[in-house]
């Protein structure tokens, strides 16, 4: 369904909204106009850098977890490569991300300086309505006390938020992926699973005590947590390796489909799954210890997990060039439609605010009301965006349209769509629609980033009003 527009009538003597004859824009207009646009600007270059550090990363996992999944080859190198990617780009001090969230607090920071705080949180005329915004509008640190820079690093943390809930609609298995490499925490946002845990535990030999059957819902990962194994006094260089496959009657004979390592001292779980069909598993424990607690070969426990309900996997499942190709096709036209409907909307956003704030501050008449570029054609330029990128996914040609669409909706050998809002989706088209946006609806890409812009801009809605678009044509701009 498309959506309809309601376009007011508004004042077109020129070609953009311009000074008056004659006047001339005080300090303090010039100053809320500049904060105003940096906030846009600079939200939206942080928000792209985080999205793409953040899919590149995942991209670079999900490759080696389908080399094992897939292949049934060893994925080792590359998944330590690609840990020690994701590692310096994601959470290495004054690089990458880490660099590009300093940035923004920065640069805004001094953008918004010469307004001060009190004109940047202020909700009456001439003010930006950051005390608008969630968490951050009534924080002690932000509008309800004077450190700028606190109320920007809390803007800072709402945009991660919607990007990672983003990231997660467009590729479900990065939370699981980033778990298991150490960097989840940082990434909360992101959409899991429900977790079923199972605790290892350990006799007086050193040895595992048996897990037996594992059973558990087909909608969970499953989770092991290693913490109550120890060692002596030496804490540092024992080692839990969960395989999981299909195939095999023990642990020398199991083809592994996926496989989790876990280091002492085993702070976080390593998670597998979720399964469409039973498994089987071994849990092996190494740690030679101040005292040798277990023997060289180490400890191991075989045995299943019971999956309900018992899917049905693909017959002949796509190969992982397909799967892969097709993760980068929704990655890439989510890309797309991010970067497109914020641009679309602090476009109209900021060329109202403009002007708006000069008539707010240096009085009525200051500027001359002038929307129609670009606010009157935004709603139609949006839905034939999402409608051509969903038409990119659902190409012919397209990988995802070669993959069988149960394989594309596991998570073992997979992308994972059964995870989230989306997971009801029946077929192709209607995932694609629903993970980019469907037009009027609140879902997918398409409402992340009204949201997003949204936050950057706490008075888009009013400005959506002032240029004569019905709001409701954008229903997730806060």
């Avoid at 409608?387 to 659902?394: C, D, F, P, Q, R």
Wanted: glycine share 10%.
């Amino acid at each position: 369904m498309s959506r309809t527009l309601l376009f007011l009538s508004v004042v077109a003597f020129a070609c953009a909204a311009v000074p008056s004859e004659g006047a001339a824009l005080s300090a303090q207009a010039k100053a809320a106009q500049l904060c105003r646009a940096k906030l846009s600007a600079k939200g939206k270059a942080y928000a792209k850098a985080r999205r793409n550090l953040l899919l590149s990363c995942t991209t670079r996992l999900l490759n080696c977890a389908l080399m094992e999944e897939l292949d049934h080859a060893n994925a080792k190198s590359c998944r330590d490569t690609a840990t020690a990617s994701c590692i310096a780009r994601l959470n290495t001090p004054g690089k990458g991300l880490l660099r590009a969230q300093q940035k923004f607090v920065e640069q805004v920071t001094a953008a918004c300086t010469p307004v001060g705080i009190a004109n940047v949180c202020s909700t009456a005329p001439g003010g930006l309505h950051l005390a608008d915004l969630p968490f951050c509008g009534s924080d002690a640190s932000g509008c309800g006390g004077s450190d700028l820079q606190s109320l920007m690093s809390c803007l800072r943390n709402l945009i991660d938020s919607f990007v990672d809930q983003e990231v997660g609609t467009v590729a479900p298995r990065a939370g699981i992926l980033l778990d298991n490499i150490g960097l989840g925490a940082q990434f909360s946002a992101l959409p899991r699973p429900a977790s079923q845990t199972v605790f290892l535990t350990q006799d007086g030999n050193g040895n595992l005590n048996s897990v037996g059957t594992i059973a558990i819902s087909a909608s969970d990962r499953l989770a092991i947590d290693a913490s109550a194994l120890s060692c002596g006094s030496n804490a540092n260089n024992g080692k839990v390796e969960i395989r999981v496959g299909q195939t095999g009657t023990n642990c020398d004979d199991l083809v592994a489909e996926q496989t989790v390592t876990l280091q002492e001292s085993y702070l976080t779980p390593g998670y597998v799954g979720p399964f469409d069909v039973d498994m089987k598993y071994c849990i092996t424990w190494k740690d030679p210890g101040g005292g040798g607690c277990t023997s060289g070969a180490g400890s191991s426990v075989f045995g299943t997990i019971d999956v309900t309900p018992d899917g049905t996997p693909p017959g002949t499942p796509a190969t992982r060039a397909t799967v892969v190709g097709c993760h980068k096709k929704f990655q890439g036209q989510g890309k797309t439609v991010a970067a497109f409907v914020a641009n679309k909307l602090h476009a109209c956003g900021d060329k109202v605010a403009k002007c708006e704030l000069a008539n707010e501050i240096d009085g009525s008449g200051t500027c001359t009301p002038s929307y129609t570029r670009p606010c009157s054609t935004i709603v139609t330029v949006v839905d034939n965006k999402l409608t051509n990128s969903t038409g990119k996914i659902v190409a012919p040609t397209s990988k995802c349209t070669i993959a069988p669409f149960v394989q594309l909706k596991s998570f073992v050998g997979g992308l994972g769509f059964k995870l989230g809002s989306c997971g009801s989706s029946f077929d192709l088209n209607s995932l694609s629609t629903c993970v980019l946006g469907q037009a009027g609806m609140d879902l997918g890409v398409d409402c992340f980033e009204q949201n997003l812009s949204g936050r950057r801009d706490p008075r888009l809605k009013q400005s959506l009003i002032a240029a004569g678009v019905d709001p409701a044509q954008f229903s997730c701009v806060p």
